[in-house]
């Protein structure tokens, strides 16, 4: 089978994370494979030389004017469904929405077949009703569609069951394969992700704020960079606890420091697939998260892998990170549940899983 791969580029990220990973095991598996990019060939996460990498780059289109940029996506559109024609590919696959519709275009009256992906959350990002409409619109004209998670697929009515997937995603990072439960947990509880609000870093700095005297030699780690970073420095230092809250900064490295974790909590309004959880639960590490959209209660049954509590809800997350702290049986039991997804959600279980849906469909 000849499979493509459409994506804005191979930088850090997670949708190409997630193509490299796939690309590499399709190719590694008889596969033929092209990925087209709309800017630049070279690739932030090592790719087998198996696959070959074809680039429609035009400039950076979304910030021309309006006549030369529509002009720009109708060449962009012909370069792509050049590429595609050439190469006789059997599949495209559009590794976001943006990239959904662009497939959906490049392909049709062809014989090549196009595959969609809702990487996001479709009830929140860029919800708008011309956001939501197009959405659903270039969905009916795909040949297949992968979605991260039940919810995602529920926003589309599932009126193609037969025909559309929930594929999670797959623990990509390779370090957190190389890691085992510790014997001894530092006092430590962690975080990580974008310093923005929906991240709720907020509530997660007053929540541990409340419960810091049950915990006096416990410290909290948050990880990451972003907008809100100033914001939260202040509110710390309101708090006078400079010396226990640590904003860590964005570091690759980072699981190798969460896998001796207490304690690993997601205290978001609203996600696609938290990555950073589903990393955390395969390491074992004893997890908190808000049941929030979408993802965490596909990753943890609660009260069975960890603990799940209201949006919002800091006196429920306090009591959830409390409980698993003062309880180390209930910590053992969560981290030994948690840690089965690094067979379930392993890069090899999950792009089988895709191999056999591109197979079929």
Sequence with gaps: MKIGFLIKDLSSGGAERATVS????????????????????DSFYPLEELVTVHTADLGELEQ?????????????????RKIVKAQKLDV?????????????????????????????????????????FLRKLFYNFT?????????AAEFFGGKKKNRDIVIPNAIFNETVYSLS????????????????????????????AKISDDIPDYMLFIFGEGEER???ENQIKSLGLESRIILAGADPQAVKFINYASVFVLSS???????????????????????????????????????????????QLGEAILRIIKNPDLSQTFSENGRKLIETHSIENISRIWLDYLNRI
């Excluded at 510790?182 to 974008?194: L, S």
């Excluded at 965490?296 to 809800?313: A, K, M, Y």
């Design 22 to 41: 796939l690309a590499n095991y399709f190719a590694l598996h008889s596969q033929d494979v092209e990925i087209i990019t709309f800017k630049g060939s």
């Design 64 to 80: 021309a004017a309006s006549l030369k940029r529509f002009f720009g996506l109708v060449k962009r559109f012909f370069t792509i």
């Design 92 to 132: 495209l696959i559009g590794m976001s929405f943006a990239m959904t519709w662009y497939a959906v275009l490049a392909t049709v009256f062809t014989k090549t077949k196009s595959v969609g992906t809702e990487r996001s959350n479709p009830y929140r990002y860029k919800a708008t009703k011309l956001n939501t």
């Design 143 to 151: 040949d297949g569609y992968v979605f991260q998670t039940k919810k």
């Design 181 to 208: 439960p510790p014997k001894e947990r530092k006092k430590v509880i962690c975080a990580v992700g974008r310093l923005i609000p929906l991240k709720r870093f907020d509530l997660l700095i007053d929540t541990f």
């Design 230 to 232: 100033t914001r939260l």
């Design 269 to 315: 309004d609203f996600e696609g697939m938290p990555n950073a959880l589903l990393e955390a639960l395969a390491m074992g590490v004893p997890c908190v998260s808000t049941r929030c959209e979408m993802g965490p209660d596909e990753l943890i049954e609660n009260n069975v892998s960890g603990i799940l509590t209201d949006v919002g809800n800091g006196d």
